[in-house]
């Protein structure tokens, strides 16, 4: 369904994006982490047809997106980082108006529009100016608003970030459900956990290039990651120091360290040990069991949010 091949992006002097490659099955959902800055929003830029690729290739549905943007965009829905919505329209006047810049009109358009607003839970209120709306409305509208032409791939930039949590728990239930309905999608996401329950493949990417790619387990044997030691400290630790002292790789986030450990119980006292050495008193000690953040941090050397 998508096949990408060595794309490249630069803006001025900035490559963006280094020669990108990966393909994604039909009904698939394909997961696209990486830190901020790491090219993500701009190989999502690129698939959505705002912007063409420096080189490579980009096949959608079969169709070459250099030569078939037209007929490639009809297929795509897209639901952008930023809210496309206007506030001073109504959630139903917003349907009206994102439909028929899809195409959709007359009869057909109302049908869906009402479809999708009652999928969404917000049939009651479709009459209500958007501006009233609370974060995780508005999310909801916006991915309803990118489902009123029957796309075949969804492209989703970061739809939970900003909303409270149970409306982030109905967005990924809505995104579970298309994807169960055989939708392709392509997400991004700064939340590890909705990566790991919903994504198919995951591919990572750090300073504009892919660094790894397959399934969760897949990507656990590439990046040889065990389990992960978590030591919040009653004061800052020093990145460097840590990670001289306990001789594996150390991320200092606030108060806490983040010590990727190939045998935790082996070598837990050890940590102890020279966190107290270092002078920093031990609040909490937590030991994670192997998750893709572990497999994030061992392949790009930073958090998410970084």
């Known amino acids: 369904m998508i ?28 997961g696209l982490l990486g830190p901020n800055g790491a090219g993500k929003s701009t190989t ?26 037209s007929a490639v965009k009809r297929i795509l829905g897209i639901v952008p980082q930023e809210i496309a919505l206007y506030e001073n329209l109504t959630a139903w006047e917003n349907m009206l108006f994102w439909g028929s810049i899809y195409g959709v009109t007359g009869k057909a358009l109302h049908e869906k529009a009402e479809d999708l607003l009652k999928w969404v839970g917000l049939a009651e209120r479709k009459n209500e100016k958007v501006k009233g ?6 999310r909801r509208i916006n991915l309803a608003c990118a489902l009123l032409h029957s796309p075949k791939i969804l492209l989703l930039d970061e739809p939970t970030v900003g909303v409270d949590p149970q409306s982030r728990n109905l967005i990924f239930e809505l995104i579970q459900e298309l994807n169960k309905q055989g939708m392709t999608i392509i997400y991004t996401t700064h939340y590890m956990e909705e990566a790991e329950k919903l994504c198919t493949r995951i591919g ?29 400290c009653d004061q800052v630790p020093n990145e460097k120091t840590l990670a001289e002292k306990l001789k594996v790789p150390v991320t200092v986030t606030d108060h806490t360290a983040l010590i990727i450990a190939n045998d935790a119980r082996r070598d837990l006292t050890s940590y102890v040990v020279a966190c107290s050495d270092a002078g920093y008193g031990i609040n909490r000690i937590d030991v994670q069991k192997a998750n893709l953040e572990m497999v994030f941090l061992k392949m790009t050397g930073k958090q998410l949010r970084d």
């Open 3 to 30: 096949d990408v091949k060595d794309i490249t992006k630069s803006y001025g002097s900035t490559q963006a994006v280094k020669g990108i490659s990966f393909s994604i099955k039909a009904g698939e959902c394909y």
């Open 204 to 232: 990572i990417i750090d300073s504009g290039k892919i660094v790894a790619q397959g399934t969760l387990d897949e990507l656990k044997k590439q990046s040889n990651v065990s389990d992960m030691v978590v030591i919040d």
């Open 133 to 138: 709306y609370s974060g995780g409305m508005k």
């Open 44 to 69: 999502i830029n690129i698939l959505s047809t705002l912007f063409p690729p420096d080189t490579g290739e980009i096949m959608l549905d079969g169709m070459d997106i250099n030569k078939s943007r």
